[in-house]
């Protein structure tokens, strides 16, 4: 057995997001000396990375406070927002845009494009940035404590044997692990689990983002307009919305964000999100356009009450990897790059782990989530208690003396029998993508056909004799990339997983009401390769 390569840092970073790569900058610029490392999963920095997303720039400007000298290459600046009810296919109301979702000085961002641009910066401090590098479990040292990361082999093929390309993975060890990687991180999920760092928390709750980007024809477009929306094609019992943002160039973000604590087994986010495309108020801006690029990601919500324990032996939380988005306000961005920038000036001060729990508490990363901690779980009553408490709550700035409880999203999945879907007045579709299939496509999803498939499905038989009869396997329906398929044939029923399709997305994880299927991540370089989501 060959020792593996091993690489030594005084940190790792996993995930080159706004969190991580915030960190990075952040430590260099207080500490020079220090030898960082950050390491990435996708192909290229930002090609993984997909959000809304209007940012506030202040922690932005707090890390670099010369940004918008040579900004990102998107970035408008938001003009005006618009807040509309969609109260059934084609009809709709204006609302008033609730204060959390004012955005005036604010910018539209590709956060993708935005972290592309933030990665040399951090290089050009001495950092080293490693794409393609996914990191596949954790390392421990004698005590016990994370002392780092494996890098997963390359070359490996479906079947365990060794191609003829194989590389082994290196070791890299570090003083401190930084996880930064996102919403339901595969070495997050692992260390909180080990480390029973969620044990006197809420269990964390998520949404699936569903966004394209549309090339329009001229004229078309008001760059800086914001407009997002709640009602249909959602039922009232379904927590979600969408976004509409207008770009430079004649292009538009749209998305669609459905909560994952849905009930409903026969509900499908992407046929949703297509259905919402095709309202009056969002048709007439797409007729005629094209798209660029297409995704999908988990959003973490569970906010205030969800946030696990931060710091471990050797290792901390933060960004989505802790849990910080602002449901309200559809935003994270800002929260990841402040929480990066104070995990770093901790780590400066006092060179471990130890300490960031109480630090990250205290500072007004949680006091913004404390403010908003009851309006999304407010929702699990339905639309309308979920708006009369959202009122509410804004309007005694969460000073409600209690707290509402986050429940597991696999859990709300009702079985066949017991819920009645509602009847929905889904319209012919005419715009682009046809199916799921093409959606894929516009993602430039690049997976080894032979390499390990990356979704694991602990029980296969539960699938075909439990789940058909009990929920009609949902997984068909909640994943957006159309990797879960029962096939019936001579052989009998089957699931087969196409793992090829998969844009890492993570709803299968969390939403599959068995809690059977493991994601874990595939080849470096393999997944979704986006365009300035």
């Not at 604010?106 to 080293?128: K, M, R, T, Y």
């Not at 946030?307 to 933060?318: N, R, S, T, Y």
């Amino acid at each position: 057995m060959s020792e593996r390569e091993t690489m030594e840092y005084d940190v790792i970073v996993v995930g080159a997001g706004p969190a991580g790569l915030a960190f990075a900058i952040r430590l260099k610029q207080l500490q020079p000396e220090t030898t960082v490392c950050v390491i990435e999963k996708a192909s290229t920095i930002g090609a993984q990375i997909l959000s809304g997303a209007v940012i506030e720039p202040e922690p932005l400007t707090a890390l670099l406070p010369d940004w918008q000298k040579n900004p990102p290459p998107v970035c408008v600046p938001v003009k005006h927002d618009e807040f509309w009810m969609l109260r059934d296919h084609a009809s709709a109301t204006k609302l008033p845009t609730p204060p959390q979702m004012h955005n005036h000085g604010n910018f539209i961002v590709s956060l993708g494009a935005l972290c592309a641009w933030l990665a040399p910066q951090a290089e050009a401090l001495g950092v080293d940035v490693f794409p393609g590098y996914a990191a596949a479990e954790p390392l421990f040292d004698d005590s016990g404590a994370v002392a780092g990361v494996r890098i997963g082999d390359m070359g490996v093929a479906r079947d365990g044997t060794h191609k003829p390309g194989y590389t082994e993975g290196i070791d890299i060890r570090a003083k401190i692990t930084v996880l930064a990687e996102g919403c339901r991180g595969h070495i997050s999920k692992q260390l909180i689990q080990k480390f029973g760092l969620d044990k006197d928390s809420d269990p964390q709750t998520y949404g699936i983002g569903i966004k394209e980007l549309w090339q329009l024809p001229p004229g078309r477009v008001e760059p800086g307009k914001v407009m997002h929306t709640l009602g249909w094609p959602l039922a009232s019992d379904t927590y979600g919305g969408s976004f509409l943002y207008h770009l430079d160039n004649d292009r538009v973000a749209v998305g669609f964000v459905t909560g994952l604590d849905y009930p409903d087994p026969n509900f499908s986010p992407f046929e949703a999100f297509q259905q919402l495309k095709h309202h009056p108020k969002i048709k007439e801006l797409l007729d005629g356009g094209t798209i660029v690029s297409a995704g999908a990601r988990a959003i973490v919500e569970g906010g205030f009450q969800s946030l696990p324990k931060v710091e471990m032996p050797g290792a901390i939380l933060i960004g989505d990897s802790a849990g910080l988005v602002n449901v309200p306000k559809i935003k994270g961005t800002h929260q990841a790059i402040r929480s990066g920038m104070l995990a770093a000036e901790h780590f400066a001060q006092t060179a471990g782990a130890a300490g960031w729990d109480a630090k990250l508490r205290g500072s007004v990363v949680m006091s913004e989530l404390k403010k908003v901690r009851n309006i999304r779980p407010g929702f699990n009553k339905g639309l309308w208690v979920g708006l009369i408490n959202a009122a509410w709550e804004t309007v005694t700035g969460g000073a409600s003396p209690w707290t509402l409880k986050n429940h597991a999203d696999w859990s709300s999945l009702k079985k066949l029998g017991d819920y009645e879907t509602p009847k929905r007045d889904y319209v012919d579709r005419t715009l682009a993508p046809r199916d799921r299939l093409a959606s894929v496509y516009f993602a430039a999803t690049e997976h080894d056909e032979d390499q390990p498939i990356h979704l694991k499905v602990a029980d296969t038989n539960i699938c075909i004799e439990k789940c058909t009869v009990e929920y009609g396997n949902p997984c068909q329906r909640f994943c957006p990339a159309g990797v879960y398929e029962i096939v019936d044939d001579e052989a009998g029923k089957r699931l087969q997983i196409n793992s090829a399709n998969c844009v890492h997305c993570k709803t299968c994880d969390i939403k599959d009401p068995y809690q059977i299927i493991t994601w874990v991540t595939p080849e470096g370089g393999s997944g979704p390769n986006y365009q300035n989501l």
